[in-house]
T-cell receptor
Framework: EAQVTQNPRYLITVTGKKLTVTCSQNMNHEYMSWYRQDPGLGLRQIYYSMNVEVTDKGDVPEGYKVSRKEKRNFPLILESPSPNQTSLYFC???????????FGPGTRLTVT | RKEVEQDPGPFNVPEGATVAFNCTYSNSASQSFFWYRQDCRKEPKLLMSVYSSGNEDGRFTAQLNRASQYISLLIRDSKLSDSATYLCVVKGGGYQKVTFGTGTKLQVIP
């Protein structure tokens, strides 16, 4: 089954404790992206990647890192999480960045 | 001004009604336009792409007006299952920037 998977689905952590949210797609898509969704603000793009070893900042990259060492994986790293990073995070992929994006199920992160 | 703006609603409509949503965008260089549907606490899913000539998919019709910089979504014969949040998505520029609207919530009432 073609899909985008994210782990973990739910995470509660404390300020400053490094964490990684994994994202994997099995559709051989070149384009992958991370979004955060907050009430009243909608989905905002954090980082995106056009291909392996190519990443670019979106609208809200501060406090986040990403890597794209393999085509299928695009982990999101929070080196020192803060409470304002409490949010619902979605990973997405598309064939070449032009058409439909397929979203993962989301990761609900709470930073206390 | 926000890059992509939508009326947040909620739009409460009876079953069988026709409802229309608009979405305005500020970047005249935008190239691709989409409507996504998002059910509560779930991931967004593509409803339809929006083409310059307008396009229809069953009860759903999407239109693009480049001169006025807005896109629209028309839903005819609303069903209870249409209740969701509808997200307008605009993409453009050489660096593949994607911008989502904040969404319009639709509630179809029996």
């Amino acid at each position: 089954e073609a899909q985008v998977t994210q782990n973990p689905r739910y995470l509660i952590t404390v300020t400053g404790k490094k964490l990684t949210v994994t994202c994997s797609q099995n559709m051989n898509h070149e384009y992958m992206s991370w979004y955060r969704q907050d009430p009243g603000l909608g989905l905002r793009q954090i980082y995106y990647s056009m291909n392996v070893e190519v990443t670019d900042k979106g609208d809200v990259p501060e406090g986040y890192k990403v890597s794209r060492k393999e085509k299928r994986n695009f982990p999101l790293i929070l080196e020192s999480p803060s409470p304002n990073q409490t949010s619902l995070y979605f990973c997405a992929s598309s064939l070449n960045g032009e058409g439909e994006q397929y979203f993962g199920p989301g990761t609900r992160l709470t930073v206390t | 001004r926000k890059e992509v703006e939508q009326d947040p609603g909620p739009f409460n409509v009876p079953e069988g009604a026709t409802v229309a949503f608009n979405c305005t965008y500020s970047n005249s260089a935008s190239q691709s336009f989409f409507w996504y549907r998002q059910d509560c606490r779930k991931e967004p899913k593509l409803l339809m792409s929006v083409y310059s000539s307008g396009n229809e998919d069953g009860r759903f019709t999407a239109q693009l007006n480049r001169a006025s910089q807005y896109i629209s979504l028309l839903i005819r014969d609303s069903k209870l299952s249409d209740s969701a949040t509808y997200l307008c998505v605009v993409k453009g520029g050489g660096y593949q920037k994607v911008t989502f609207g904040t969404g319009t919530k639709l509630q179809v009432i029996p």
